[in-house]
């Protein structure tokens, strides 16, 4: 399962990046505003840091605005993917974009059909937003089951990208259906490295060493 991150937050990219974990980006309006800075300079660092894909959002709603600002976004970088909303306008510009052999993510996914219709039209990533139904009492990862055996069913190219990720089980989860993607928050991504026991045991290993070094002062490895 490759694993994006879902921020624009430099500083985040660059720490888990160097630890090999980065399969790609996703990030979104909101995400950017967050951030505060020149969205430019931040598209511009993040496509440089990443060699995997980056999802940027386009922010217009009608087709021909869709199309003037993926082409801006992509000129950021090959490896943008142009990110366009689930809507009649959004699926026009995915088909025109993936018949030029441009990558679109078909973001604020809800149901099935939804996912379906994306992938009909050519989406190289479909976003189905889990936590946002879970947060409505509809169960999300029962969506991405859902999807996974439609697109099993007619052999479809499009990979899930399981978005709005809220908590390490709904990673644990995604990877048992066999989600393509799970784009995760920082903080998520934070919580999955760590365990108590983990922590329990170095500081007890050192511990122990240290005791070691006592009756032994030379040693060293
Ligand atoms: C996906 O690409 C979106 O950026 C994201 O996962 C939205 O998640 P949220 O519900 O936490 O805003």
């Known amino acids: 399962m490759k694993i994006f991150l879902d921020t624009a937050n430099l500083e985040s990219i660059k720490k888990f990046n160097d630890m090999g974990l980065l399969d790609g980006i996703t990030t979104n309006p909101s995400l950017m505003s967050k951030e505060g800075g020149n969205p430019k300079n931040a598209m511009e660092e993040i496509t440089k840091i990443i060699q995997g894909d980056v999802s940027l959002e386009v922010v217009s709603t009608e087709y021909s605005g869709m199309m003037e600002e993926g082409k801006r976004l992509r000129e950021y970088g090959d490896n943008v993917v142009v990110k366009v909303p689930m809507t009649p306008d959004g699926l026009k510009a ?31 990533y479909v976003s189905p937003f889990i936590g946002r139904l879970d947060d409505i009492g509809q169960d999300g990862m029962n969506l991405i089951k859902e999807i996974k055996v439609i697109f ?66 030379d040693t060293e490895i």
């Open 94 to 124: 995915c088909k025109s974009f993936s018949s030029q052999g441009i990558p679109v993510n078909v973001t604020l996914i809800f149901s099935a059909n939804q996912a379906l219709l994306a992938a009909k039209s050519g989406a190289k």
């Open 152 to 217: 099993s069913n007619y052999s479809f190219k499009t990979q899930i990208l399981v978005a709005s990720v809220r908590h390490p089980l709904h990673v644990i989860d995604a990877a048992k259906i066999g989600a393509d993607v799970v784009t995760l928050p920082p903080g998520v991504l934070d919580k999955m490295l760590q365990h108590p026991l983990t922590k329990i045991g170095l500081d007890n290993f050192l511990a122990d060493w240290e005791k070691l070094k006592q009756k032994n002062p």
